[in-house]
């Protein structure tokens, strides 16, 4: 019945209605044949394939079996071209696929010993296959890029597991956080001035607490293009009693918020964590030792960003290969600075740097792809508030609230680990929507009141 029916219709013209007379189980048939419906599913995971496959009906035991076979990932690695040639072959051998780049590689011609870019596709049990026989091969040279990749993918957790978590536990642990901007100077791009006043500056403080936010972010200079530079003096005028007076805001004295400051100076560091700031933010990405070294003996946490100057320099046009390697490239150095220092690891963040030497193209493009500074083994800072990137879609210096607040969804969505914003309450509704369409309702769970008026349409 459903052939003929697709016979009639291509002969049918147009305006030609094409009856269609049978029992009822042939027209059910030839009508689910007309309007069938592929419908492409977003599975990042197993948590989402499992979901997947619930959604379909397939019963829960048997989506546990079968989730790792849908579970697809895609992973890019740098290797000697004779071991990517091996590692291709290997889980094409498992019924995965892979792809090898550089130079020559269109050719069929793989350099052997030069590092080469490898890109790795396959569901999370073909990858289990494959890290099986990479082990199995000692002598080949891959047996070592099987726990990179297995690292990556959090395939062998369960079997490494002490069963003790050692990891601090911070805001951004559990979902996105909401770092709020909290500017004590009188030239700031977006709220210069706003909070140059104590009173005025603790009155912010509890704005945001208000509305939400897991860190206030405290800055004494402002990284503006063409900003003058403020002598470390008065930026721990500036910052100090602002740090001292917010502890009198009950969320940071209990620890619930924690405090930034943000500097590119090792005296102010050192003067705001005596004061009580819980965490650096160092623009310059640790370039001065000496920050590294007060860092360090805080054992706090840290912000390290990629940027080529501060404050921004409008004339400096940087060139990228790809925006993403690059940084991510440039700020592995910088990690490898931090690890010398005697930094932990698990105290870094990593921020990108949105407009800091990058056009508006390559802003987006690091905000759509901020899901792959997860290869640094850091959460990952996302600071577009406000930013000059949004021009380009044609919104000015007075009206990106709106357009932070949609750049604050898609971040969230694509794993940032904490979020930098100016107006608080706003985006923090936009990485709770984003928190509850991951499945994650990471700020209280239900909303309050439970279920009722659930199933009432909205007024």
């Not at 979901?51 to 890019?76: C, F, W």
Request: aromatic share 2%; proline share 5%; glycine share 10%.
């Amino acid at each position: 019945m459903a052939a003929a029916l697709d016979a009639a219709v291509d002969r049918a013209d147009s305006d030609d209605c094409v009856l269609l007379v049978g029992s009822l189980f042939a027209v059910a048939e030839a009508r689910a044949a007309r309007l069938r419906t592929v419908t492409p599913r977003s599975i990042t995971d197993e948590t989402g394939a499992r979901r997947a496959l619930d959604a379909a009906g397939v019963p829960s035991h048997a989506a546990a079996a079968r989730a790792e076979g849908i579970d697809h990932r895609v992973l890019t690695l740098r290797l000697r071209g004779d071991r990517a040639e091996r590692l291709a072959a290997a889980i094409r051998e498992v019924g995965g696929d892979a792809a090898i780049g550089g130079i020559g590689a269109s050719e069929g011609r793989v350099p052997g010993g030069e590092q080469v870019p490898i890109t790795l596709g396959g569901t999370v049990a073909e990858y289990r296959e494959l890290l099986d026989r990479l082990r199995a091969r000692k002598r080949e040279g891959v047996a070592g890029v099987a726990a990179d990749i297995a690292d990556r993918l959090g395939i062998d957790a369960a079997e490494v597991d002490s069963g003790i978590d050692s990891a601090p536990d911070y805001p951004w642990t559990d979902g996105t956080a909401v770092m709020g901007v909290l500017n004590v100077t009188p030239d700031s791009f977006h709220d210069g001035g706003r909070h140059e006043a104590l009173e005025d500056a603790v009155a912010g403080v509890e704005r945001m607490v208000e509305a939400g936010v897991d860190i206030v972010d405290v800055g004494g200079e402002s990284t503006r293009p063409g900003a003058e530079p403020v002598p470390a003096a008065e930026e721990i005028d500036r910052v100090v009693p602002t740090i001292e007076a917010a502890q009198s805001v009950s969320a940071v004295a209990d620890g619930d918020v924690l405090i930034s400051v943000d500097t590119r100076k090792a005296p102010v560091a050192a003067a705001a964590l005596e004061a009580g700031a819980d965490i650096i933010n160092d623009v310059t990405g640790l370039e001065d030792p000496a920050m590294r070294e007060v860092v360090a003996e805080a054992d706090c946490p840290v912000v390290v960003m990629h940027s080529l100057d501060a404050p921004v320099d409008p004339t400096n046009d940087p060139e990228y290969d790809d925006v993403v390697s690059d940084v991510v490239a440039s700020l592995r150095e910088r990690l490898a600075l931090a690890d010398t220092a005697g930094i932990d690891r698990d105290r870094v963040i990593v921020d990108p740097g949105l407009g800091f030497g990058k056009s508006a193209s390559e802003a987006f493009e690091l905000l759509d792809r901020a899901g792959e500074f997860a290869a640094l083994d850091c959460p990952v800072l996302i600071g577009h508030s406000h930013k000059s990137l949004f021009g380009a879609v044609d919104r000015g210096p007075d009206d990106r609230e709106h357009a932070t607040v949609a750049a604050t969804a898609l971040a969230a969505d694509r794993g940032a680990d904490i979020v930098r914003v100016h107006d608080v309450a706003e985006n923090r509704a936009a990485v709770d929507v984003a928190g509850a369409v991951n499945g994650s309702l990471r700020r209280g769970g239900e909303a309050e009141g439970g279920d009722d008026g659930a199933d009432a349409p909205d007024e």
